[in-house]
């Protein structure tokens, strides 16, 4: 079964910690994006990647970064963390030979 | 791409089928229609996407208007699991990258 893993399904931090949230997908997947969804806002793309070592800024990337070493893990980098991103960030993985999105479960972030 | 409208909620009875509906009135000859659903507390998951014909899968079937500019997403028999957001999403054929996620559908499912 084809998986895209995130390392935490809950966190607690507080405002100005450095906060990594990690993602790993076991399918060779090229692409890969890091979401994050608020009630009445739905999903925003942040950052994605579409090849190691590549990074693309999405429609919401001030205040954080990402991190591509490795085809299959991509990580989220929040470098000092504010209440307003309490939210749920969601990755997903891509095939470039197909438009299907494969997500991971979500990790849910408090900022405190 | 191309903009899709979907009602905010809908209900269904257990083992009852549920016919999702989309309108897409701009839809052009390239875009694809594609159904993702998010279970609470889950990311999206794949449904189901089509071009022109009908398609059907192990989790639903996808019926396209003859014209395109609306689609129907059918669960054959609707189960609690199924409780869920569904979202309508248009696609130009070929591309990779981002699907934009509009409000979607919140489906309930009654017991």
């Known amino acids: 079964d084809v998986k895209v893993t995130q390392s935490s399904r809950y966190l607690v931090k507080r405002t100005g910690e450095k906060v990594f949230l990690e993602c790993v997908q076991d399918?060779?997947?090229?692409?890969m994006f890091w979401y994050r969804q608020d009630p009445g806002l739905g999903l925003r793309l942040i950052y994605f990647?579409?090849?190691?070592?590549?990074?693309e800024k999405g429609d919401i990337p001030e205040g954080y970064s990402v991190s591509r070493e490795k085809k299959e893990r991509f990580s989220l980098i929040l470098e000092s963390a504010s209440t307003n991103q309490t939210s749920m960030y969601l990755c997903?993985?891509?095939?470039?030979?197909?438009?299907?999105?494969?997500f991971g479960e979500g990790s849910r972030l408090t900022v405190l | 791409d191309a903009k899709t409208t979907q009602p905010n909620s809908m209900e269904s009875n257990e083992e009852e089928p549920v016919h999702l509906p989309c309108n897409h009135s701009?839809?052009?000859?390239?875009?694809?229609i594609h159904w993702y659903r998010q279970l609470p507390s889950q990311g999206p998951e794949y449904v189901i996407h089509?071009?022109?014909s009908n398609v059907n899968n192990r989790m639903a079937s996808l019926a396209i208007a003859e014209d395109r500019k609306s689609s129907t997403l059918i669960l054959h028999r609707a189960t609690l699991r199924d409780a869920a957001v569904y979202y309508c999403?248009?696609?130009?054929?070929?591309?990779?990258?981002?699907?934009?996620f509009g409000k979607g559908t919140k489906l309930s499912v009654k017991p």
């Open positions: 399918m060779d997947h090229e692409n």
């Open positions: 999403i248009l696609r130009y054929g070929g591309s990779q990258g981002n699907l934009i």
């Open positions: 997903a993985s891509q095939g470039r030979n197909t438009g299907e999105l494969f």
């Open positions: 089509g071009l022109t």
């Open positions: 990647s579409y090849d190691v070592k590549m990074k």
């Open positions: 701009t839809i052009s000859g390239t875009d694809y």
